[in-house]
């Protein structure tokens, strides 16, 4: 099925979505949910472009969606679920406004004019004129510079492609029959198919993980080598995790989802058949 078959489907039939136990989505339903989402988050009339950010795009639109397009679509619940789903839909708005600014050659230092003249024929005008003057404001350009600024601070990709860290968890989950813990799903996910790290940099957090994990815990090794969490997100976990699952306390979810470490034996067993799934 492709995600645009999704759409019209029969009334009655829906698409059943695998969710591990944080409520991300996993196995093949990863790729199937995220081109279902990248079709209505980049819909304008679903989700018009012109508002300043995502936290004030009316709720009016986000519950249309909801009620309208993804419940009669997907078998999915209005706890978890909708919480994944909606912060996946946000993040695919900003990627599309940001892509579509880009694609067209905007230029927020440029005339208004001349940005505005440049409206894709799928965004209607008033919305376009509303993101060409957000875009050229002098906060958004400061923010835009930092976002660079950023970015540049990655310095270790992962070799996943397009496939998320909550569905590489899953593989190795069931290859392994035990859950897996981060330390591992680093390591795994930052070295390539020789069993080499991507760089030196990634090859040093993970010997300093493994150093950390023998004297703490795998939460204190993985703040302890790579800082505090940001709000909202947790490294190395995905989409949809958030630091009060991981962090809360001993018998949060977290403790449903992670095991003490396995042995370096049992990862260097796994990691070229993982490596093999990701080609």
């Known amino acids: 099925m492709r995600a645009i078959d999704i759409f019209t489907l029969p009334p009655g039939e829906k698409v059943i979505v695998d969710w591990n136990c944080r409520n991300q989505p996993i196995d093949m339903s990863v790729g199937l949910l995220a081109q279902f989402l990248v079709h209505i988050a980049t819909n304008c009339t679903n989700f018009p472009i012109g508002y300043d950010k995502w936290q004030t795009v009316p709720a009016y639109y986000k519950d249309h969606?909801?009620?309208?397009?993804i419940k009669t679509k997907l078998e999915?619940?209005?706890?978890?679920?909708?919480?994944?789903?909606?912060?996946s839909l946000a993040k695919k708005w900003r990627d599309h406004r940001c892509n579509l600014y880009k694609s067209l050659k905007c230029d927020p230092?440029?005339?208004r004019k001349t940005n505005i003249g440049r409206i894709p024929p799928e965004v209607p005008l008033e919305q376009w004129i509303a993101f060409v003057d957000y875009r050229a404001r002098p906060d958004t350009k400061a923010k835009a510079a930092q976002n660079t600024t950023n970015r540049s601070h990655l310095t270790i990709p992962h070799m996943l492609g397009s496939k998320s860290f909550a569905r590489?968890?899953?593989?190795m989950e069931s290859q392994l029959?035990?859950?897996?813990?981060?330390?591992?799903?680093?390591?795994?996910?930052?070295?390539?198919?020789?069993?080499?790290?991507?760089?030196?940099?990634?090859?040093?957090?993970?010997?300093?993980l493994v150093v950390r994990s023998q004297s703490s815990s795998?939460?204190?090794?993985?703040?302890g080598v790579f800082g505090k969490e940001h709000p909202g997100y947790v490294r190395g976990l995905a989409l949809g995790v958030v630091p009060t699952q991981v962090y809360g306390s001993s018998s949060s979810s977290s403790s449903r989802c992670y095991s003490p470490r396995g042995t370096q034996a049992e990862v260097d067993a796994l990691r070229q058949p993982v490596h093999q799934l990701l080609q």
């Not at 999915?76 to 912060?87: E, F, M």
């Not at 790290?197 to 957090?205: H, I, K, P, S, T």
Request: proline share 3%; aromatic share 6%.
């Open 218 to 223: 795998k939460n204190e090794a993985h703040i």
């Open 168 to 171: 590489l968890e899953n593989e």
């Open 177 to 208: 029959g035990r859950p897996v813990t981060r330390a591992e799903l680093f390591q795994v996910g930052h070295t390539t198919s020789d069993g080499s790290f991507v760089n030196d940099e990634a090859r040093q957090n993970h010997e300093d």
């Open 65 to 69: 969606v909801w009620d309208n397009i």
């Open 76 to 87: 999915v619940n209005d706890d978890g679920h909708k919480d994944y789903i909606l912060k």
């Open 109 to 111: 230092d440029a005339p």
